[in-house]
């Protein structure tokens, strides 16, 4: 077992219990721990993009709360053994929350697009796009890891007449957003991080 690794779990029952029980890979867990994580571990930890065209929010959710596992396994460790400072905790955290939140806003988009169209902007004539502002601690860069979120999202209403526009201004929006919010909202409860 790796040094840093072994040191750590006298000082978290919960590392210890994803080891023993198996839902966190030694061998890939110690390959992340000699840096710090960024936006392309994340990236490149699932095929996302697989998952969003497939539509399968089951597996998408599981993915993000696997890689949340495997992420706060990597804080726990070069946090307690002090290699990464508050800002690298915060930082990573932060980094991590937006990408999931991109991932879930990615999914939702796709899924009501898939049924209600493209929504097309009734005086700019361009695709709408779902806009998501974190706010607070997420705004800052300065989430941890019991965390909550506040996010604004929001949509244009204003889109040009087609076949199912009532569909469209009814249904899309308000559904984008909480499908994005379920999807965010099973994937990474912060307040339950440990839970």
């Not at 804080?75 to 879930?104: C, G, K, P, Y």
């Not at 939702?108 to 779902?130: C, F, K, N, V």
Request: include cysteine; glycine fraction near 4%; aromatic fraction near 10%.
């Amino acid at each position: 077992m790796n040094t840093v690794l072994h040191a750590t779990l006298p000082f978290s029952l919960w590392l210890s219990r994803q080891l023993d029980g198996g839902k966190i890979d030694e061998s890939f867990l110690t390959a992340w721990l000699a840096r710090p994580l960024n936006r392309e571990d994340f990236v490149h930890f699932a095929d996302w993009q697989a998952l969003i065209a497939a539509k399968n929010e089951e597996e998408l959710t599981k993915q993000l709360r696997i890689l949340r596992r495997y992420v706060v396994a990597h804080i726990i460790v070069r946090d307690i053994n002090h290699i990464s400072d508050l800002a690298e905790v915060t930082r990573t955290i932060t980094e991590l929350a937006d990408f999931a939140i991109n991932i879930a806003s990615d999914y939702a988009e796709q899924y009501y697009r898939d049924l209600y169209g493209t929504p097309m902007g009734q005086y700019s004539d361009s695709e709408q796009h779902l806009s998501v502002i974190a706010m607070g601690k997420a705004g800052g860069f300065e989430l941890n890891v019991s965390s909550d979120i506040d996010l604004i999202l929001f949509s244009l209403k204003a889109v040009k007449p087609m076949a199912n526009a009532r569909a469209v201004i009814k249904n899309f929006s308000p559904k984008w957003d909480k499908k994005s919010l379920l999807c965010w909202t099973t994937s990474l409860l912060m307040v339950k991080f440990f839970a």
